[in-house]
């Protein structure tokens, strides 16, 4: 009933004037019979004259696009209300029917009521986020895909999604968003479908875009992709079917199996666990006789040829459901598994780790069928979900060609006309690829030369396969193969590393799956070594090893069974076994020996300096025996290897012993010796390999950095003989460039620069002519013409621009120290957690990355870090863990630098890892390399730039910081970007890549002049989710048809740029900056007239008037941001100042720095009444005050200057300025003529209220005005009559206030007014949300003096963000069309909205003109804003209970308890998604907060959705300290009902987030039942049932698993898996039989078998005795309600063993009262008829059922008699009852064993309150009376409480506090010893005898644990 009456509602606040309701009834949901509604009832349209024009007018007015039949003679049945139209002619233009012509008299009967069929509006419907037959369910509506919400979602509705789409039937209903939340509307709710249906919009909903969800409930199926008869069986060839699971549900037509659905889980493609489909769930199958052939089956029934593998031991994870196979026994020729032999279904032995998996045959070249195997249409069928899913690269490599698609049974190629990287993107992750490295045109890899399927393919590179993108058609082009597109996949084993060994020589490791993993030696040979060799950047290989000679890995084994041909580019290339699979261990991995140009010797079992000495003779390497070894031998291998010389000779195989010949010994060398081999040595030996020689060498030139740049850029420099030094560029390239990045800690190098890029260098010059490999670890490994030795000059000084991204391989534990600079420990130095130029200190000690400790940590500190880093300076040394703790030792503390050290290790400090310090102290930085330290200047690449990408470097030209030319660096030179399509997402897209937050505006046009350099960029498109502008799709670089006058620039949002004034006046004020989310202020160290300049400029103003110091205009409460700021004055903005960095400061708030500006070229007066007292003196003597001097004043009042204070924008406290001072206005005689002085005052054009008792706070300074009256016409406060000034005998208490309209008065203000009341944009700026609440309504907007309303047309959330924003919200929850707020009545002013989101206010948003629209006020727009204070949380409790918090300024907060009560916290707890409040707590009970205090004085009324909502005393206003601290305890599952049953027995339900919903069985026991049956007041539980016994709920499942000890006192105390955590459906429901008797001489729920009924009721045995046992003699004493819920459903009455029906012929609302009263509720709410609960299926007990009224129960009234009837079940009655706070006590009709066996009133109830408070009330002579509260206290309660089976009383209340009640008043002066079990064995006056009036009530609150 309150659905209709909210559907009514809804439809007449759509329907305007006189219009009458419209409905189509006796159809489906867009066909029926034509109804209208007036006069209270629904009546039908006569079919005269009807046709489609009138048809088109119901359906539009309907909600559907128009009508597809109209209806005649009643062809949806005939009708039975009034005929209320006839003769309806209409137009087709009309909205509503009734604005047709027609006539309100018929002679028509219902034989010819008219219908309509409507075109279905929700017919296109698709499955998004998942794959062909299974994704989230999204319809198409008002232009748009949206989704349905999973309230009520279930297999039947899924049934008609999945036949819709074609498909047989579904096989699952998925909600929460399984598939991904969507992003569009919510179009449907609450969907119920009888599965008959054609299309979802014919099953019965709330109304399209009708719902109370949000995207985490967006419904899912899963599609039986089962082929029909028209589509091939298991011959078609598997090459058809997509790979990713579309068609895995195979079945076989006619065979039967109950197994036919089968897929692969846990695998990719064609592998992976076996899961077949079983009781609808998901299932394992144990590995127990797996083998080959149980794999063919599999891998058949799936669509693929055969099997190449039969995997166990879980190879493809653990599977979760059910293992519902074992012992499986296949030949190998069944059609399914389930034909195969097997132990029986469910029945094994085993557990998950024995999961059965398979590896399946998906070879294209035997898949593919020929050309002329399938027809043309045949091939359209079996491909319409993918039919370009086959893809493959011709004319190249494995990752490289031509893209050719398979389509009409053969390949063809792609025409490359709008080729891009999106669309080659999207072929290399179709092929497997991660991405594409390119997308390539003009046929590269040659001419195809099959047909040309596609052309002008637009992709936007989130598609799963290429025939999802935008193309013109299959085979609709205008090229010739000459256009052949192609692509470059990024390799999937392009990563290729030696471990284990040393440059040249090692384990071959590929890195795969974000690991490195090993390649196994089976056939590995010299072909597949060169491969690897050549794919190094080596010549060839000399060796292929096998074995594991370098030592076993520890990673996956990639790659087996390798067969290269030995000239393939990368290892992949080759052919082997596929990825990952293999037959080997690590025993076997494969390495390599290759050629290198250093001489034959290396160094092995060590680091890359250090090691057993090894040299290569006859095809193998050997040993040195280390007879006579020492250190002039160790410096001739040192300076061999290229080592500067040996600071360690080892011996007896410091290094581990070698493996192959010692191949010398007795070596001496002199020391002059080139090569080892030079010195003497015997070629024969005596030794063991226990004698191997080794030696650790010294880096010369370990210590490397770079120059002149940023972090990761610059000019390389090596540190040689005690000084830096640069490197020549001759030979110069990205191969040695890599050598030093990775020597630097970063992954590897973007760029190599030459010609001293970064600056000429003044060292000397160190290295020439380098030449890496690319495989050394540091430079000085590299071949070169000797140190020092060169033939340069500075000007050709090398540089490099290195990935920043630190490589998190390297160095790893294996890499030495020694690799580390020896002239510093700590010469590597990083920032962590931060960006470019700021984060934690980190430095590398010991392999590792560790921190450095804050304690001492300052300026000079961070200095010596930003110095060491490559930046100029330091702007901030942070502390505190600033950019999080980090995970390594904390390496130094108590640094104390100079500021002038070239390292942090040169400073004093504590010793290495000596410290006292946790990680919470870890020190950080802030590095500035330029003025501007957010910007690089025009010569330095950006560090704060992503590295990936080919244009990640982007600077801004010809501007400001913040704003400029775009430019881009491609090709060695500064670029621009053309206009073309460039708008604010592309801008943001830059600003972002630029640190800036995002951008404020976009230019074109070359706004900041033109460019100079070549055109990089046009058709810039960004979606304004990339990382940096090449992410973006354009058309190429230097693609473009632009000239430099189309240059495109930004202005970006700079870091400061939010100042404001506070504390004074429009343009005076402290001067405050928003830094990090808060506002702050500024010191006054060095402050003057420049930098206020700086500031007024900023806000608008023209210049500064002043600069103050000393906190003028009080001290600020936020933090202090800036201090010794030095402006030039020209700036910009205050943070392009010199200043000491962020937050860096001495000072405190009496400090504060402020300004006064002037936007006028007068400098006599500030504008807005700034006088000090003397000066007011001066100008107010009447000798003085001459006309030239007025004019220089606003005015001659000297209280021209007015403000509200406490309040917003138009309302407050008055406050005026006199002596220096504001003050306030005594509220003596204060009205609206005093009210609309101050507002017409400040601007605005009247004030709504004139308030007192100091509304807005009390205000501090003085009062300066009493006993105003103004006539209303003043200009001014002080042209009224009033005492005088400060003349007054008032306080505070008494301040006024005013409420103004809040529209400017567009006559005034003059430019006396402070700025900061006049708009400061646009014509529009006054926004409201009308016809709704504080967050919600219809949009209006002020403009000529009315306001008026907004089209819905394009109105979506973008727009609803800017009006939420301008109203002061954060962003938009909704936006709402058709007048969801109800019509507006003034001006449509604004239609075909249009913002981009970043606007300040509407009218600055795209539309088409003031007051320029088509549109009617039926489609005015709406908004839902997120609340300010939407965050709220209860803390220093428990899940339900606990102090108040609310999130505001970005921290939590607390709020006051003044005036908290059960109002205020109801709000909290419906906002935290609870039914109610128990209780308001105050006095901080939960605890004392700790944040701000940010609400005080809340008053709600209670129907409030959120607490901001409430009348408060305003935002962080209060006179509180946090021991008032504000508590709630909130209900959690106080409510539990049964359903389905009777009065004791039923399913469980309990209430939980507004519905009701059920129990699952898991576990379910007696103790549990317990539980349920104790807390709904029954003594114990008969039985705990299972598996839906009294039927299956429909709502959700809220509990699974519930482990009860027996004892608890609800059901929430016990254990469970978590509200809404479950794995059942809800014919896993759990029921209960509750009893309070140990009487078994009846039943406890009127189940009585057919033998007992006959015994009881049989004439002879009916004696007085048994009649005392029964509540009455008749014999359908016993009814229940089935079919619905707990106070609704079907009326069954149980007679003859059996529950049967009541027809409802002549059934009505007397006869419903007595079924309710009879039930124990107090009445009836509705009687229904025709089946409306379902037909029963039990006898038709009773028929024409006539009752006045008054009967006890239902066989007291008139009727047929027993069995008599001519009614069938579509007839069955039902009722509503009336749903009483306790609706489970029995009546006096109720059998005896539902009552307790003790006492006269032992019935007991708890009214006009909840479940465990209210009134008390008695059953006593039939009805229910009240307990007078003479003596009431906790003991009395504690009686009652304990009754009905709480555990005791918290409270006795007195006097009706809840509310008085009706019956007679059974008990008075009650005096409980607190020990009985009822409350009539309390000590009372006698049943009846009272002195008292219902005022006197008592009531009780009863304890909840």
């Known amino acids: 009933m309150q659905l209709w009456w909210l559907l009514v509602v809804a439809c007449s606040v759509l329907i305007s004037g006189n219009a009458k309701l419209i409905r189509l009834a006796g159809g489906a949901g867009n066909t029926g019979r034509v109804e209208v509604y007036h006069n209270g009832q629904w009546g039908t349209v006569c079919d005269d004259g009807w046709g489609l024009e009138e048809a088109n007018v119901v359906c539009r007015q309907l909600g559907f696009e128009s009508a597809s039949w109209s209806r005649t003679m009643a062809h949806y049945g005939q009708g039975t209300g009034p005929i209320l139209l006839d003769d309806v002619v209409c137009d087709g233009s009309e909205t509503f029917l009734t604005q047709c012509s027609h006539s309100d008299t018929h002679d028509c009967q219902h034989t010819e009521d008219a219908g309509v069929d409507c075109y279905s509006v929700l017919n296109n419907v698709r499955l998004a986020g998942g794959g062909g037959n299974y994704g989230r369910v999204e319809v198409y509506y008002n232009g748009q895909w949206g989704t349905v919400c999973d309230d009520g979602w279930d297999l039947i509705d899924a049934n008609v999604v999945c036949r819709q789409l074609g498909f047989e039937s579904a096989l ?49 199926v899963v599609c039986s992709n089962t082929p029909n008869t028209l589509l091939p069986t298991t011959d078609t060839p598997s090459s058809l079917l997509p790979t990713t699971g579309v068609w895995n549900n195979v079945r076989l037509a006619g065979g039967g199996g109950v197994l036919n659905n089968v897929r692969l889980a846990g695998g990719g493609g064609n592998y992976g666990r076996v899961e077949v489909y079983y009781n609808e769930q998901w299932g394992t199958v144990c590995d127990d006789g797996w083998d080959l052939n149980d794999a063919h089956v599999v891998c058949r029934q799936l669509g693929f040829e055969s099997a190449l593998e039969g995997n166990s031991n879980a190879m493809y994870g653990l599977g979760s459901g059910p293992i519902v196979l074992d012992d499986v026994d296949c030949t190998g020729d069944e059609h399914s598994l389930d034909q195969c032999r097997h132990n029986g279904l469910e029945e094994h032995n085993c557990v998950h780790y024995e999961d059965a998996g398979v590896v399946c045959s998906n070879t294209p070249s035997t898949l593919l069928p020929t050309t002329g195997y399938i027809t043309e249409e045949l091939t359209t069928l079996l491909l319409s979900t993918n039919i370009l899913n086959t893809v493959r690269l011709a004319g190249g490599g494995g990752n490289y060609g031509r893209v050719e698609v398979y389509y009409k049974g053969q390949w063809g190629t792609v025409c490359d006309d709008l080729w891009d990287s999106d669309d080659a993107n999207v072929v290399c992750r179709q092929l497997g690829f991660e991405f594409a490295l390119e997308g390539n045109r003009n046929a590269l890899y040659g001419q195809g030369s099959g047909p040309i399927v596609l052309d002008d393919v637009e992709c936007t590179g989130d598609e799963d396969s290429l025939d999802q993108c935008r193309h013109n058609g299959l085979e609709e082009h205008n090229c010739g193969h000459h256009e052949d597109a192609g692509v470059v996949c990024q390799n999937i084993l392009n990563t290729v590393r030696l471990a284990g060994g040393g440059g040249n020589y090692g384990r071959v490791e590929v890195y795969y799956k974000g690991q490195w993993g090993t390649v196994c030696d089976d056939w590995w040979d010299s072909d597949d070594a060169n491969v690897v060799c050549r794919q190094l950047g080596f010549e060839f290989a000399l060796e292929g090893n096998r074995y594991a000679l370098y030592g076993q890995g520890s990673g996956p084994i990639v790659l087996d069974d390798v067969e290269c041909t030995g000239d393939e580019d990368s290892l992949d290339q080759c052919r082997h076994n596929g990825l990952e699979e293999h037959n080997c261990g690590h025993h076997e991995d494969a390495g390599v020996v290759c050629q290198s140009n250093a001489k034959e010797i290396r160094l092995a079992g060590g680091a890359g300096n250090t090691g057993r000495v090894e040299v290569y003779h006859n095809g193998q390497w050997g040993t040195v025996c280390d007879d006579g070894w020492g250190i002039e031998e160790a410096d001739v291998v040192c300076r061999q290897l290229g080592f500067e010389s040996a600071s360690w000779s080892r011996t007896k195989a410091h290094y581990g012993q070698g493996t192959g010949p010692i191949l010398l010994d007795d070596v001496v060398c002199d020391g002059s010796e080139t090569s080892l081999t030079q010195c003497s040595h015997s070629d024969t030996d005596n030794c063991q390999h226990t004698e191997d020689a080794g030696v650790d060498c010294y880096s010369v030139l370990n210590n490397v950095r770079l120059a002149g740049g940023g972090g990761n850029y ?37 760029e190599s620069k030459s010609s001293a890029f970064y600056g000429q260098g003044s060292g000397t010059i160190v290295l020439d002519d380098v030449d890496c490999t690319g495989d050394e670890d540091s430079l000085d490994q590299c071949g070169h013409a000797g140190l020092e030795e060169h033939n340069c000059g500075h000007h050709e000084d090398a540089g490099v621009v290195c990935q920043n991204t630190p490589n998190t391989l390297l160095p790893t534990t294996d890499t030495p120290s020694s690799l580390l600079p020896t002239t510093g420990v700590l010469n590597n130095v990083r920032l962590a957690g931060g960006g470019g130029n700021f984060g934690r200190v980190e430095v590398y000690y010991k392999g590792q990355w560790g921190t450095v400790c804050d304690d001492l940590w300052d300026s000079d500190d961070a200095n010596v870090v930003c110095r060491q880093l490559g930046f100029e300076f330091a702007l901030e ?130 706004l900041y002049d033109q460019g100079s350099g070549p055109i990089v960029l046009d058709d810039v498109d960004c979606t304004g989710d ?152 001066l100008l107010l003597s009447t000798s003085y005050s001459t006309e030239a001097l007025t004019t220089l004043l606003p005015s001659t009042n000297i209280l021209n200057t007015v403000r509200l204070a406490g309040g917003g924008g138009n309302y407050g406290r008055v406050e005026v300025y006199y002596k220096g001072q504001w003050g306030t206005v005594c509220d003596d005689l204060w009205d609206s003529d005093d009210a609309n002085v101050v507002c017409r005052q400040l601007g605005f054009e009247f004030a709504l209220e004139g308030n007192r008792n100091a509304l807005y706070g009390q205000g501090s300074g003085p009062i300066v005005l009493d006993d105003v009256e103004c006539t209303g016409d003043e200009d001014s406060l002080d042209q009224c009559r009033h005492n005088g000034l400060e003349e007054h005998n008032c306080r505070h208490h008494e301040d006024a206030g005013v409420v103004c309209q809040n529209t400017p008065n567009t006559l005034l203000p003059t430019t006396d007014t402070p700025s900061s009341l006049l708009p400061t944009t646009g014509v529009l700026n006054n926004v409201r949300l009308a016809g709704g609440g504080g967050n919600y309504g219809r949009v209006e907007v002020y403009y000529n003096g009315q306001w008026g309303t907004v089209c819905d047309d394009g109105w979506d959330l973008i727009d609803a963000n800017v ?128 944040g701000p205090i940010v609400l005080d004085d809340v008053d709600c009324t209670g129907d409030e959705h959120s607490l901001d909502q409430c009348r408060h005393a305003g935002l962080e206003e209060d006179n509180c300290d946090h021991f008032e601290d504000a508590g709630v305890v909130c209900r959690v599952f106080d409510n539990v009902r049964l359903a389905g049953g009777g009065g004791n027995y039923g399913r469980v339900e309990v209430h939980y987030n507004g519905q009701w919903g059920t129990v699952c069985d898991d576990g379910w026991d007696l103790n549990d039942a317990h539980v349920i049956c104790r807390q709904l007041g029954f003594e114990f539980a008969l039985e705990g049932n299972s598996n839906a016994l009294y039927g299956q709920g429909s709502g959700p499942i809220v509990l699974d698993n519930v482990n009860c000890m ?92 059996q529950w049967g029906t009541v027809c409802d012929d002549l059934w009505d609302s007397d006869d419903a009262n007595v079924v309710c009263r009879q039930l124990g509720f107090e009445f009836a709410l509705e009687g229904n008829r025709n089946a409306l609960y379902g037909q029963g299926s039990g006898p038709i007990v009773l028929d024409d059922v006539e009752c006045t009224g008054g009967e006890d129960s239902l066989d007291q009234c008139r009727h047929n008699g027993l069995e008599e009837h001519n009614c069938r079940h579509h007839e069955d009655a039902g009722v509503v009852c009336q749903n009483t706070p306790n609706t489970l006590l029995p009546t006096t009709d109720t059998p005896s064993s539902l009552l307790p066996t003790t006492g006269v009133l032992n019935n007991v109830r708890l009214a006009g309150g909840g479940a465990n408070y209210g009134r008390v009330e008695v059953y006593y002579n039939g009805q229910w009376g009240t307990v007078c509260d003479d003596g009431w206290d906790v003991t009395d309660a504690n009686v009652v409480c304990r009754q009905l089976g709480f555990d005791s009383a918290k409270e006795g209340n007195s006097y009706a506090l809840y509310g008085q009640g009706s019956g007679p008043i059974v008990l008075d002066d009650v005096d409980c010893t607190g020990d009985e079990d009822f409350l009539d064995q309390c000590g009372h006056a006698g049943l009846e005898n009272h002195d008292c009036g219902h005022h006197e009530d008592a009531g009780v609150v009863c304890t909840v644990l």
């Open 172 to 220: 699952e209903s998925k909600s929460s968003a399984f598939y991904g939340q969507g992003s569009g509307t919510i179009v449907l709710d609450d969907v119920d479908c009888t599965g008959d249906e054609d299309s979802l919009d014919q099953c019965r909903h709330n109304g399209l875009e009708e719902h109370n969800c949000v995207h985490y409930e967006d419904a899912g």
């Open 714 to 750: 610059g000019r390389v420099e090596v540190y040689y003989n005690g000084q830096w030094g640069t490197v020549c560029d001759d030979g110069w390239d990205l191969i040695d460039a890599n050598v030093v990045c990775r020597q630097l800690g970063f992954d590897s190098a973007l």
């Open 877 to 1006: 040394g942070n502390r505190n863990a600033l950019y999080g703790q980090g995970s390594g030792p904390i390496v130094l503390d108590d640094v104390e630098c100079t500021g002038d050290e070239d390292s942090l290790d040169q400073c004093r400090h504590n010793g290495l890892e000596e410290h006292n310090c946790g990680h919470y102290e870890d020190a950080g930085v802030v590095c500035s390399n330029t003025p501007n330290t957010l910007l690089p200047t025009t010569d330095t690449p950006n560090t704060l730039l992503p590295t990936t990408g080919v244009l990640n470097n982007v600077r801004l030209a010809g501007g400001g910081g913040n704003y400029g030319r775009v430019e881009v660096y491609y090709n060695g030179q500064w670029g621009t970007v053309c206009d073309d399509g460039w708008d604010l997402i592309d801008a943001n897209v830059v600003c972002r890549q630029l640190g800036f937050d995002s951008a404020l505006e976009y230019n074109s046009n070359a």
């Open 1026 to 1177: 990339e990382d940096s502008l090449d992410q973006c799709g354009h058309a190429g670089l230097e693609k473009h048809n632009c000239g430099h006058h189309e240059d495109a620039g930004v202005v970006c949002n700079s870091v400061l740029n939010n100042v404001r004034l506070a504390g004074g006046g429009g343009h005076y004020g402290r001067v405050e900056v928003y830094y990090k989310g808060q506002w702050g202020t500024v010191c006054d160290d060095l402050w003057d007239s420049d930098d206020a300049n700086v500031v007024c400029r900023q806000l608008g103003f023209e210049f500064a008037l002043e600069g103050n110091r000393d906190a003028l205009y009080g001290q600020g409460s936020g933090p202090i941001v800036l201090d010794d700021v030095e402006c030039t004055g020209d700036e910009d903005s205050l943070d392009q100042c010199r200043h000491n960095g962020l937050e860096e400061h001495n000072c405190g708030h009496y400090e504060d720095a402020g300004v006064v500006c002037s936007n006028t070229p007068s400098t006599l007066l500030p504008t807005t009444g700034y006088i000090t007292e003397e000066l007011t003196t």
């Open 1363 to 1490: 009006v939420c924003r301008q109203l002061g919200f954060d962003s938009a929850l909704e936006y709402n069309s058709n007048a969801l707020y109800g019509q507006g009545s003034g001006p449509i002013m604004l239609d075909d909205v249009d913002c981009t989101g970043d606007e300040d206010s509407l009218d600055q948003c795209g539309h088409a003109g003031l007051e320029e629209h088509n549109c009617g006020h039926h489609e005015d727009a709406g908004v839902v804003c997120n609340s300010v204070l939407n965050n709220v949380r209860l803390a220093g409790g428990g899940g339900n209970y606990g102090r108040v918090e609310v999130y505001y300024n970005e921290q939590w907060g607390t709020v006051c308890d003044d005036g908290w009560d059960l109002n205020d916290a109801h709000v909290v707890c419906r906002q935290l998604g609870f039914e109610s409040a128990l209780e308001g707590n105050s006095n901080a009970m939960y605890g004392l907060g700790s």
């Open 1606 to 1697: 027996g004892d608890e006192d609800s059901l929430d105390q016990c254990r469970h898996n978590g509200l809404e955590e479950h794995n059942c459906v809800h014919y896993e429901d759990a029921g209960v039989v509750c009893s309070n008797t140990p009487s078994t001489l009846l039943p406890t729920t009127g189940y009585i078998t057919e033998e007992l009924t006959t015994l009881l009721l049989s004439t002879s045995y009916f004696t007085e005795a048994l009649t005392t046992l029964l509540p009455s003699t008749n014999i359908l004493n016993t009814v229940r309600l089935a079919g619905g819920g707990g106070n609704y459903g079907r009326v069954e009455v149980y007679y003859k063993g």
